[in-house]
């Protein structure tokens, strides 16, 4: 099954870019709808199938590939990289969805697109440490070309700066992979042969400061975020909403998995500063985002903040903080997703991102009334407004990290309260006012710009609804992960670690 799903967009990019004819634009785009649909709903049939109480790794396959070097096909699922999985198929869809029909070198689009799915997919199914990164490295290359080739005026310098980061962290995540094999005297790759919780003290915190240099970068944590804005804002709509919405996830999945879980002594002597270094990037992201004229940056820098959220929750470490760290990162994805697409509605038919030019958008006769509906909507949720997941999300990681850093707790709840402050000045400068003079015979809004916010939309709001539906399938992994780990941050098990 797992395979299969890793086989599905491959197959998809070879079709389409050895396609027998001529293709055209729209041709291709329907195409890859297709086969995005059914990666989706294969999602849909793993998680069906999944058992949410058993604390194994599910649909496991484990076959022999090169034994020179410890390297195995193993695959598996779990309550921590099926909601992810799901995630990555319907915003797959969706960036295909909202891709331009007239889409210029469509062949190699969408084969790039559905080359980065596979990536993603195989990092999130990976049980083998070289097999993650290698699918972490793969979709390096297609995301660089996506910006590359069809990004805007300075797509090349945001397209290198993004492939010169990304890269340094896969060196340094190599390192400490090869690190954490090596030291543990573990004969291959495979996580479950690995035993790295037996490390003395010191090696685990050399090895964890490289993973958390590595996925910082990927996340991106402050002062490793300088890449993402850039990339954001020259990345076409579609590719801006996969980079958000699950690319991003690939940061905090690693931490989660190969952190916290294989160096649990040397993630508990280091939450404190875990903590402090979250809520230094949820603060930098707000303030920046404050001072943005460009809406898409704007956006962008919100990111960086939000997933800050997701290492105040991991830092503290206990069951329902890690859950709260899962559950920021579906919201997060959500969110921004649908923030980026309208954004992207709004630079189609104004031609402009500039809160200085853009306003009076909600105009009910000659403005985007329920474009901008849907954006008050979803700078709502990214606030944390009752009723959606976005809510849910932050009083999770708040309920929990409190008790553990409540210092630390209460400054990322300021970060909070700065994004309302920034999202209020998006909506009341671009919706809000008499059209700009600048802004005229805009054109006709169709369903289709609208449908992929929507749909995002229902998501937002049924999450947050009923919550228990997402947290229905990690719970059972996030609570035996930790409890497994005796993951505590008390200081006489500080000292008593320090002490062995």
Known sequence: MLSTLILLPLIAAAFIGFYPSTISGKLARIIALVFSSIIFLWSIFIAIEFKPGDITQQFTESLPWVDAIGLNYNLGIDGLSLPLLLLNGLLTCIAIYSSDESQQRPRFYYSLIFLLTTGVIGAFLAQDLLLFFLFYELELIPLYLLIAIWGGARRGYAATKFLIYTAFSGIVILASFLGIVWLSGSPSFALLTLNSQNLPLATQILLLVGILVGFGIKIPLFPFHTWLPDAHVEASTPISV????????????????????????AWAYLAPWLATWAVISVLFGASCAIAQTDMKKMVAYSSIGHMGYVLLAAAASTPLSVLGAVMQMISHGLISAMLFLLVGVVYKKTGSRDLNVVRGLLNPERGLPLIGSLMIMGVMASAGIPGMVGFIAEFIVFRSSFAVFPVQTLLGMLGNGLTAVYFLNLVNRAFFGRLSEEIYNLPRVYW?????????????????????????????????????????????????????
């Open 448 to 500: 289709s710009d609208r449908l992929p916010a929507i749909i995002l939309a229902v998501f937002i709001l049924i999450f947050g609804i009923q919550p228990t539906w997402l947290a229905h399938y990690t719970e059972t992994t996030i609570t035996t992960m930790v409890n497994t780990n005796n993951l505590v941050h008390n200081s006489e098990h500080k000292i008593a670690i320090e002490n062995s």
């Open 242 to 265: 996969l980079l958000a919405g699950i690319l991003l996830k690939l940061g905090t999945y690693g931490l989660l998995r190969f952190g916290m879980n294989l160096l649990p002594d």
